[in-house]
């Protein structure tokens, strides 16, 4: 090995100023490799150099630019002058190419119909408002809110909560739900069904009880950290079934997928709205819902009406309907 010490005063890399100099083929010797201290390079290789070879070494470090540090500005904070102070503040809006999204606060999700299906001409915002009337002959009362892929996509940020007359052990749970992947069993019976999940028949196709209603309401659960589904599927090779090993599974009901508003305690009066804060902004699935519900964990005990209102801040890809 032959140690060269050499000068750069300009800015460098030495893993690229290394990855330059076993690039040239007229370098013979192998760069094994390169330390530095303030603007002296130590560079070491397997044997000694030419003199032709030195000269193109020499070349190469004056020559020599480092790749510019590339950023992604959607991940940087925003940043407003006002006067001579700079002041930073993150932001969860989200940065899509080619979509334009719009903070909103609701309290309510769209327009559904009659069997709660959702429906393209239904208004935006003009679903259930998501008020809690608890009365004391029905200690467990959910609200509903859909949104319909047509009216655009769909981000969850924060929540806010406030409710009059909690008795004790009240609280108030929110989480998201897929929905039911609809089944017929006329034709193509090409799946089973075994407490409520949905698998490829064993037989092979034919063979089973039931087959898809609706290839657009296909509903696929994420299993990302198990790998226990019954399902893979990609842009490429489509949905394929899998032995208790796959990404997703399917179900013929609605399932609770997550909860990120938790039994939060309620009790007396909270007359305000008070925030759940949140620090991420997640898209909201074609075909998810959110399901807010009101509850006692002691249904002896309730025994006084109340109520609680809630209000998502979500962003909208549009709101206006084309």
């Known amino acids: 090995m032959t140690i060269y010490n ?54 190469l470090i004056t020559a020599h630019v480092p790749t510019p540090e590339s950023i992604d500005v959607t991940q940087l904070p925003f940043s407003d002058i006002d006067g ?49 009337d608890c009365t004391t002959d029905d200690s467990d009362v959910e609200v509903l809110a859909k949104f319909h892929p047509g009216n655009g996509r769909i981000w969850l940020h924060e929540a806010y909560i406030k409710f009059f007359n909690a008795p004790e052990k009240a609280y108030i749970s929110g989480g998201i739900v897929s929905m039911a992947t609809p089944l017929q069993t006329s034709v193509n019976l090409d799946l089973e069904v075994t407490d409520n999940v949905i698998t490829y028949a064993a037989g092979g196709p034919g063979t089973g009880t039931h087959g898809f209603a609706d290839p657009n ?5 994420p299993r990302t950290f198990s790998h226990d589904g019954n399902w893979n599927y990609d842009a490429t090779n489509g949905l394929a079934p899998a032995a208790g ?16 508003v938790n039994r939060i305690p309620c009790f007396d009066n909270n007359s305000t709205y008070f925030s759940i804060t949140s620090d991420e902004t997640t898209e909201l699935p074609v075909n998810y819902y959110v399901r807010v519900c009101a509850k006692t964990t002691d249904g002896s005990n309730f025994t006084q009406d109340w109520h609680a ?10 709101t206006i309907n084309d």
């Not at 750069?8 to 030495?14: H, I, L, M, S």
């Not at 700079?86 to 309510?108: D, E, F, M, Q, R």
């Not at 309401?217 to 659960?221: H, P």
Request: proline content about 3%; some cysteine; charged content about 25%.
């Open 245 to 260: 090993d796959g990404e997703f599974k399917m179900y013929n009901i609605d399932k609770v997928v997550h909860r990120f």
């Open 309 to 318: 209102s809630v209000i998502l801040e979500i962003y909208r890809q549009r």
């Open 84 to 132: 001579n102070k700079l002041a930073v503040h993150p932001s969860y809006k989200p940065h899509v190419a080619g979509i334009t999204t719009y903070a909103v606060w609701t309290g309510a999700g769209d327009e559904v119909d009659d069997d709660s299906n959702l429906v393209d001409d239904g208004e935006i915002g003009g679903g259930p408002l998501l008020h809690l």
């Open 217 to 221: 309401k296909i509903v696929l659960v």
């Open 6 to 59: 050499k000068v750069k005063t300009e800015d460098f890399d030495v893993s690229e100023l290394q990855a330059e100099i076993n690039a040239d083929a007229t370098i013979v010797p192998s760069c094994l490799s390169i330390t530095s201290s303030g603007d002296n390079l130590a560079i070491d290789f397997a044997s000694d150099l030419s003199g032709a070879e030195e000269t193109q070494l020499d070349v």
